[in-house]
Nanobody, 114 residues
Framework: QVQLVESGGCLVQAGGSLRLSCAAS???????MGWYRQAPEKQRELVAE???????NYADFVKGRFTISRDNAKNTVYLQMNSLKPEDTAVYYC?????????WGQGTQITVSS
């Protein structure tokens, strides 16, 4: 079972930047990796995902502001977040998805103040 540990969440001012990291407990070479977020009283939603080959997909609300990347040698996926907005406030979750199973991290809180 893959364990995922997110880090990098904190309080930041609007317009600022953060980088989230997600470390996997074992090789993620063959896994699709993604970042999701969940704001209070809202459903969890996809933010960005990256395939084993490096293809990326972004939610419209983060296009041009966020960048997902992966370092398979370090078993780590990153989310660079720029031009943060108060509406980006949420718990951000790392996700690893294989052919059969999906795994979730425990989440990291990002709060963007106006």
């Amino acid at each position: 079972q893959v364990q995922l540990v997110e880090s990098g969440g904190c309080l930041v001012q609007a317009g600022g930047s953060l980088r989230l990291s997600c470390a996997a407990s074992e090789s993620m070479f063959s896994l699709n990796m993604g970042w999701y977020r969940q704001a209070p009283e809202k459903q969890r939603e996809l933010v960005a995902e990256i395939t084993p080959g490096g293809s990326t997909n972004y939610a419209d609300f983060v296009k041009g502001r966020f960048t997902i990347s992966r370092d398979n040698a370090k078993n780590t996926v990153y989310l660079q977040m720029n031009s943060l907005k108060p509406e980006d406030t949420a718990v951000y979750y790392c996700n690893a998805r294989g052919l059969i199973r999906a795994y979730w991290g425990q989440g990291t809180q990002i709060t963007v103040s106006s």
